[in-house]
């Protein structure tokens, strides 16, 4: 069944060839056992060796059931090993880190065969070895009689042809080498044992035949056997396979047993991923400040579209410092006013400007809102000369807008075009004449919210209001009662806001800081709609003078007749509008938009803008630079630094575990099988040191923002991104499965017997 042919084997070290076998010929019987015996160094090691497939024979053939291996490929050589072979050691070889049974299982389980089915068959060889109730122990919690024992379970599990054995009582007291022998003796009933022994009669005693070793060559042999084989040269191509989770949780036990080193090296390499994590988090805090720094920038400096400008201080704006050229100045030709002559077409091609780059775009339409108090049977007129009204930003972005530049608080935000809302001035304070014209007590110092919230103001038309007395002259003189009465629109106070605290929005506002009453865009429309065929609009496009205020001409008013106009809501165009960008890029965008307007349009019809946040991009943009070259360094070396620690890492456990290797292939392990046990170990390490560098960079954080904010002022500027953190993990895997690849290689690269010799 087994048959040596001339085999030769030759090693050859540096400058010296050393033959340990010379021209053996050898057959075995099918049943049958066997010891070798020989002084030490006669090469019965390497016979037992090249007849396990653990080392090549140099010259010769090995005939295994009438077939040459000539040709045997790796592959061959492990299924052999994994299912003909069962190898018995005399320094045991078990692995020290798994149990009795993981041990056993490990033969079988590397030929594909699954846990379940394989439970039975390794209980049942651990009961024949006597070691049943040792199953969960570990290796080194036995004696040196009971480990062998293991080793005997192991070889058996495959239920392999033949037993190898090299000197397995070697290290044995006399008695339980007996009991050993015994076992042994007992499995040579159906099987070929070849056993190595230095004990001649414990051979004598216990062999059937005796072959004695001398300089690699056969000196005696007590029963030779001759057999007649004929080669069939198929080779049958059958694969060992370690599945991918058995190397995994081979590698999970070799990682218990060692938790704090594990620990200690994953927190090694997970320095590197823990400085890229730092800097993300703070470089997307600081982003996000700027971001917010924008917006708040962008509300305090609006697009000004005013109805006049100075025509100088729009060239001025287009002046860089870097120009080296000269700006001829004439202070008399340059003051002359451009006029903003703004027309419908002009607020149609605003409303198109695309809203993503728009904070919000505020409009002063000047109207006049003509209404009516009552409280109890008294009544009031009310008029925009004693109250400050405004119009809020327009419907779609009020919300927003207010939401983040006013606090609410009391009420509602104003939905509808007949919802108002109080403006609280510094400190909540707000004008005697509001309060009057609301008909709250002025004189109390305090009012509660209560009081106002929810008041009611009627709204009355231009030709209830007015009345005319002359071709050109139009006064107030209708009793309340009867204009209140008559009115069918009411106007409610809905909430009570403030402008948000460290946010003096709209700056260009100069009315910011006072108290008044705020209305919605629609609302003007509605009047407008009502009013601009009224009588008093009609007379006043006719008159020289301001036809309500006591034929006052415009000149001592010093109002313009187009803005009287727009007071009696003649129409809805504005007058001036502020456009609020989001940040510096909406701010580019805007501004090229408003820009392209003016391309195709003569002098007199460009509509010219102020932009008042222009200096403060450069600033930022410097900033945000700064940042990202920092990061990008900081990120490379981090990688670096990491990627290099995990190999090193990787090669001090392939030295450390090159027995492991050793057994591993003897038991059939494909090379492939052992770079992934390393593999699996690295992807562990990495995914635990992913796990720290994540756990550890929150917690960095808490002192780092707390350092920043006492530096900075700014709170909370280290955020680590979710997102950020798991690619981070996977990195960290990455990183270390690249790291621990080349040592990884090596390992399955090594000799199994030299590995088996290491210790
Ligand atoms: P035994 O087991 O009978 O003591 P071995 O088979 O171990 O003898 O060794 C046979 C001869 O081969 C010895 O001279 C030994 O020095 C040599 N030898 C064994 N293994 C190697 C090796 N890996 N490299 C070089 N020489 C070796
Ligand atoms: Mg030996």
Redesign the pocket.
Known sequence: MLTLKNIKKI?K?SNLK?T?LDNINLSFRKNEFVAIL?P???????LLNIIGALDNYTEGDLIINNLSTHNFKENNWDYYRNTKIGFIFQNYNLINHISVYKNVELALTLNGISRKKSKKVVMSVLQKVGLEKYYKKKPNELSGGQMQRVAIARALVNNPDIILADEPTGALDSKTSIQIMELIKNISKNKLVIMVTHNEALAQKYANRIIILEDGKIKSDSKPFINKYKNEEKTKIKKTKMGFFQALSLSLNNIKTKKGRTFLTAFASSIGIIGIALVLSISNGFNKKINEYEKDTMSLFPIVISPSILKYEKEQQDFLESKDELYAYNENDNKSVHINNIKQDYIDYINRIDKKYVNAITYNRLINLNLISKKGSLYKYINSSMVNFVELPNKIEQNSFLRENYDLLSGSLPVNSHDLVLILGEKNRVDKSILEGLFIDSNKNITSFDEVVGKGLKLVSNDDYYTSVQEELFVINKPCKELYDKSKITLKITGIIRPKKNNSLLMMDNTNGVSKIGYLGDLVKEIVKENKESKIVKAQQESKNIVFMGGLTFEEAGLSKNSVLKMLGKDEIPYSLNIYPKNFKGKDKIISYLDSYNKQRKQKEKIIYTDYAKDIRELSGTIMGGITIILISFSSISLIVSSVMIGIITYISVLERTKEIGILRSLGARKKDISRVFSAETLIIGLISGVIAISMTLLLLIPVNYLLYNLTGLKNIGVLNPFHAIILILISIILTLTGGFIPSLKASKKDP?EALRSE
């Open positions: 090693y070290t050393q340990a020989g030490s160094g006669s090469g019965k090691t390497t017997v």
